[in-house]
């Protein structure tokens, strides 16, 4: 009911708020974020449908039982019926959850279906959990391997303030006067508007699990299995997630960034983050020995 409740509050704020802005959670948000996405998108519609539906069983449910409760109890000279059972009441409320359940399930395995599908992808990166931080490689863009490939850590001011006994405080730590305390990196992970990408994604030591709630999935990282997801995401900003698997002392302390840039500064992004060329060595030209001759 909490949910419910605060349905309008989210709207307002949904309303108030930059499409980058409102992609990530809120403090006090109870309900899931739209997202930067069209599958996170559609997640949350679904999930605002079966919402609703739960809802108007739970009113339907408990207003009979308070009618039942209250209407015909024994004080007020209520009789209790002489049948035991109705045929036809029970195949209607055995038929209608059926059907709700049907109707309900349709178009979230439709949904999650489209959800694994990672053909015609643009671009593929591998994400890798470690204890605890995340390694992304750029494996493929458009054709071409980037060579691009770094780690992503706790931001170190955040690091600092962590530490028992720093003294420092952590409402200090703020980009755009928002709170980002455990929620940034050194290195966020850069990608494209409008790209198709496919993640593949596994750990090197125990299971993490790489979440961005904008992003509308989370996926998890299991050493020596190598799981896939993609996204497409439309807006440009910064969508920031957390490991959603506890993998450790440090589970807390390794958030992701994703950075989402128009495609021309993607790009120029990507060339300048690019390995350089490996400089051929120069050889040492010898003079030719002259055999004798004899």
């Known amino acids: 009911m909490r949910r419910v409740l605060a349905a309008p509050a989210v709207v307002l704020l949904g309303l108030l708020a930059s499409a980058a802005a409102n992609a990530n959670p809120q403090p006090w948000q109870l309900n899931m974020t739209r997202g930067a996405t069209q599958t996170a998108r559609e ?65 979230a395995t439709t949904l999650l279906i489209r959800m694994a599908d990672t053909s015609e992808s643009e671009m593929t990166i591998k994400v890798t959990g470690y204890q605890w931080k995340w390694r992304y490689e750029y494996v493929d863009y458009f054709g071409k391997q980037p060579g691009i490939n770094f780690v992503s850590s706790l931001e170190s001011q955040a690091n600092r303030t962590r530490q028992l006994g720093s003294g420092m405080d952590p409402r200090d730590i703020k980009v755009d006067g928002h709170s980002t305390y455990l929620l940034d990196v050194d290195k966020p992970l850069v990608l494209p508007v409008g790209v198709k990408v496919r993640f593949v994604v596994t750990a090197d030591d125990v299971i993490h ?38 993998c450790g002392r440090d589970h807390a302390f390794m958030p992701i960034v994703v950075k989402v840039l128009p495609k021309a500064e993607f790009e120029q992004w990507m060339t300048a983050q690019a390995p350089a060329p490996a400089t051929a060595a120069t ?11 004899g």
């Not at 992003?215 to 920031?240: C, F, H, M």
Request: with cysteine.
């Open 209 to 246: 699990s790489w979440w961005v709630p904008a992003l509308g999935w989370k996926q998890d990282a299991i050493p020596g299995i190598i799981n896939s997801a993609w996204t497409r995401v439309d807006e440009p900003g910064i969508y920031r997630g957390q490991c959603a698997e506890l």
């Open 283 to 293: 050889a040492t030209t010898l003079a030719p020995t002259t055999a004798p001759q």
């Open 43 to 107: 997640v949350h519609d679904i999930h605002m449908v079966v919402l609703w539906i739960c809802v108007a069983i739970g009113v339907v449910v408990f207003g009979v039982m308070f009618v039942a409760m209250f209407r015909f109890r024994k004080s007020k000279g209520a009789v209790p019926a002489t049948w035991s059972h109705s045929t036809k009441l029970e195949a209607i409320w055995t038929i209608i959850p059926i059907l709700i359940l049907i109707a309900s399930a349709w178009p």
